[in-house]
């Protein structure tokens, strides 16, 4: 049986027969093919949390830059206001990132946020094989940066982004599956655990008090699965991946065939921290769930909005903590090669 799975221009959604279903992501499409219905989605304006306890004096903590120059999601200003209140109400100073990657533009900044970039937003095919989304120079400014004390958020969502972002990631020892990582049978998100260790004791989901503590978290369909490359850097493990996941390889994204070759991720990782020399790196491999979107007729929330998410919004915090060294917020002990 064929089933074909398509993408609307906010959002991931998979056709069954004559129904239409969407999950929304932090990336931006168009369609690939005609859908059997539109969904509406969009982003969740009226999410706007308190921060009651915040880490930093309004306007006066860590400088975050958040790409905008590489086609990404966060060049939306509707998607960029969203992510930087956040982060503003936790002290942070947040701006756009609008040109390439370099020492000069780095210079100043604390941590790099880059979520989902691409080499070119026309590219509406996202065919094999990957166009790079950075350059060379790009990539060795990153990483030189990085090992020199800086502290990069890297969210690589499904195909093509893992593709797309590849070259950076392998600079700190993370290989992605350019794929979809799905329970094929349910098309569920995934729900990350203490009781089972697929959500990790790590200092980022410890926390430094009870407050911070992260009991759960979820990702919503369609992420991507990565690990350390053998004879890397370690990775400290955030979320680890079980029982049933399946990373599919299409040619094209969102266009599936029980010829579509498939991999096994059980035990790859969809979210890990590194600490390459006096850096430090958290890599997430789906974007939605440091998200507050709206799917289908009724608006059904998508990401840190969604109330089986309660703890996202926390992860997140404590991951930003983490990266820009927040006093309490030491290196990670647990590790995995």
């Not at 975050?64 to 998607?79: E, I, K, M, P, S």
């Not at 655990?193 to 979820?218: N, Q, Y």
Request: hydrophobic share 45%.
């Amino acid at each position: 049986m064929r089933q074909a799975l398509r993408n609307s221009r906010f959002g991931k959604c998979h056709a069954v027969g004559r129904r239409a279903i969407c999950c929304l992501t932090v990336a931006s499409a168009p369609f690939l093919a005609p859908a059997p219905t539109r969904a509406q989605e969009g982003v969740d304006g009226a999410f706007r949390p308190t921060i009651a306890r915040p880490e930093y004096p309004a306007g006066q903590g860590p400088l975050v830059l958040v790409d905008r120059a590489h086609h990404t999601f966060h060049a939306g200003a509707q998607q960029f206001d969203q992510f930087a209140r956040l982060l503003r109400g936790d002290g942070y100073r947040v701006r756009g990132l609008e040109e390439r990657f370099s020492a000069k533009a780095l210079a100043g900044a604390d941590v790099l946020v880059i979520v989902n970039a691409v080499a070119s937003r026309e590219d509406e095919e996202w065919s094999l094989p990957p166009s790079p989304a950075f350059t060379t120079d790009e990539v060795g400014a990153v990483g030189q940066w990085v090992e020199r004390g800086g502290s990069l958020l890297l969210i690589a969502d499904h195909m093509p982004f893992p593709g797309a972002m590849d070259a950076l990631a392998r600079v700190f020892g993370i290989e992605f599956l350019n794929g979809f990582a799905i329970v094929w049978q349910d098309w569920d998100p995934l729900v990350f655990h203490r009781a089972d260790a697929s959500l990790a004791s790590h200092p980022v989901t410890d926390g430094r008090r009870a407050a911070e503590r992260v009991e759960h978290a979820v990702t919503f369909v369609s992420g991507s699965a990565f690990r350390a490359l053998e004879g890397a850097r370690c990775a400290s493990p955030l979320l680890v991946l079980g029982r049933g996941v399946v990373s599919y390889q299409p040619e094209r994204a969102w266009q599936f065939t029980d010829a579509t070759p498939r991999v096994p991720v059980e035990g790859w990782l969809q979210g890990a921290t590194l600490e390459p020399r006096r850096g430090r790196v958290a890599v997430f491999g789906e974007a939605a769930m440091f998200a507050a979107q709206l799917t289908g007729a009724k608006g059904e929330p998508v990401g840190m909005n969604s109330l089986r998410a309660s703890y996202n919004l926390q992860l997140l915090r404590n991951v930003l903590h983490w990266l820009s060294r927040a006093p309490g917020y030491g290196r990670a002990a647990i590790r995995r090669c």
